[in-house]
């Protein structure tokens, strides 16, 4: 069983920069699919940002792209989400998933409808303008 556990979350203004970090946990083999998904009020949580273990492939949303970036440190098992020039809208509720299935990917990232997945409890990010 995974477990993933969040940090890094607070509040901004607009403008501003925060560094979300995901520490995992507990998996016996390794993890395939990691990825940072937001959730807001109204709206069904959606993928932000991810990677794939395979090739080290990235996805970021569009509304992100070249303001936010994803990495891990294999050794301490961790992820993080660096994210600069932060607006309003990406305000929510940041939470952290991953995946030991070999066949996740594509849609994984996306849509938190898609796939196996193993959710931190997630980590609160507010943007003031």
């Known amino acids: 069983q995974v477990q993933l556990v969040e940090s890094g979350g607070g509040s901004v203004q607009a403008g501003g920069s925060l560094r979300l970090s995901c520490a995992a946990s507990?998996?016996?083999?390794?993890?395939?699919?990691v990825g940072w998904f937001r959730e807001t009020p109204g709206k069904e949580r959606e993928g932000v940002a991810g990677?794939?273990?395979?090739?080290?492939?990235?996805y970021y949303h569009d509304s992100v792209k070249g303001r936010f970036t994803i990495s891990q440190d294999n050794a301490k098992k961790t992820l993080f989400l660096q994210m600069n020039n932060l607006r309003p809208e990406d305000t929510g509720m940041y939470f952290c998933?991953?995946?030991?299935?070999?066949?996740?990917?594509?849609?994984?990232?996306?849509?938190?409808?898609?796939?196996?997945?193993?959710w931190g409890q997630g980590t609160q990010v507010t943007v003031s303008s």
């Open positions: 998933a991953a995946s030991e299935d070999r066949n996740c990917g594509g849609m994984w990232f996306r849509s938190r409808r898609v796939g196996t997945k193993s």
């Open positions: 507990g998996y016996t083999y390794s993890l395939v699919c």
């Open positions: 990677i794939h273990a395979s090739d080290g492939s990235q």
